[in-house]
T-cell receptor
Framework: DAGVIQSPRHEVTEMGQEVTLRCKPISGHDYLFWYRQTMMRGLELLIYFNNNVPIDDSGMPEDRFSAKMPNASFSTLKIQPSEPRDSAVYFC?????????????FGEGSWLTVV | AQKVTQAQTEISVVEKEDVTLDCVYETRDTTYYLFWYKQPPSGELVFLIRRNSFDEQNEISGRYSWNFQKSTSSFNFTITASQVVDSAVYFCALLPYNNNDMRFGAGTRLTVKP
């Protein structure tokens, strides 16, 4: 079975540019999460969706960050405008509420560098 | 409040040594899940194990074993006969039953030298 798929794996962009990170969750999973990993703060939850609806975005750092989930198989995390302090690894993850639920599976991460 | 503490920042061992990674957690919830994830140098986060708070049975999977003790709020991870491929950062995490905000520890970087 395919895992969580993220793109791009690596992105280098200039300050002020728009960045869009993409995610395809595991088929059948009804929760989707966006995490950010930095040296200073470790892994932190930015936002999560349930059945395509944003449930908790309290972890989104600023209005420059936005996330959407137009359907069950696709989500985006957008940063506009990007700043050097946004440099981090962004992970998408998903889980189901079925029998094997409560395990959150992560994608390979998108490594963002803003210069 | 939920909190996970991995006091060992870095551990270095020689191949074939056994190594234990410590994890201590804090929660007021009576039902919760505990996890271990592995982050190899390539960067992905790999799920290793999930444990439910109502199941304190220890688990063994090949060279990996986990010791869950509610009395001490600990969920330690032991690698027996370590190998170079075990070199990675290992994260312990806590997920309350009725919450989707999984809290991670700071991670332990394990280096296994040949």
């Amino acid at each position: 079975d395919a895992g969580v798929i993220q793109s791009p794996r690596h992105e280098v962009t200039e300050m002020g540019q728009e960045v869009t990170l993409r995610c395809k969750p595991i088929s059948g999973h009804d929760y989707l999460f966006w995490y950010r990993q930095t040296m200073m703060r470790g892994l932190e939850l930015l936002i999560y969706f349930n059945n395509n609806v944003p449930i908790d975005d309290s972890g989104m750092p600023e209005d420059r960050f936005s996330a959407k989930m137009p359907n069950a198989s696709f989500s985006t995390l957008k940063i506009q405008p990007s700043e050097p302090r946004d440099s981090a690894v962004y992970f998408c993850a998903s889980r189901s509420t079925g029998v094997s639920g409560n395990t959150i599976y992560f994608g390979e991460g998108s490594w963002l560098t803003v210069v | 409040a939920q909190k996970v503490t991995q006091a060992q920042t870095e551990i270095s061992v020689v191949e074939k040594e056994d190594v234990t990674l410590d994890c201590v957690y804090e929660t007021r919830d009576t039902t919760y899940y505990l996890f271990w994830y592995k982050q190899p140098p390539s960067g992905e986060l790999v799920f290793l194990i999930r444990r439910n708070s109502f199941d304190e049975q220890n688990e063994i999977s090949g060279r990996y074993s986990w010791n869950f003790q509610k009395s001490t709020s600990s969920f330690n991870f032991t690698i027996t006969a370590s190998q170079v491929v075990d070199s990675a950062v290992y994260f312990c995490a806590l997920l309350p039953y009725n919450n989707n905000d999984m809290r991670f520890g700071a991670g332990t970087r394990l280096t296994v030298k040949p």
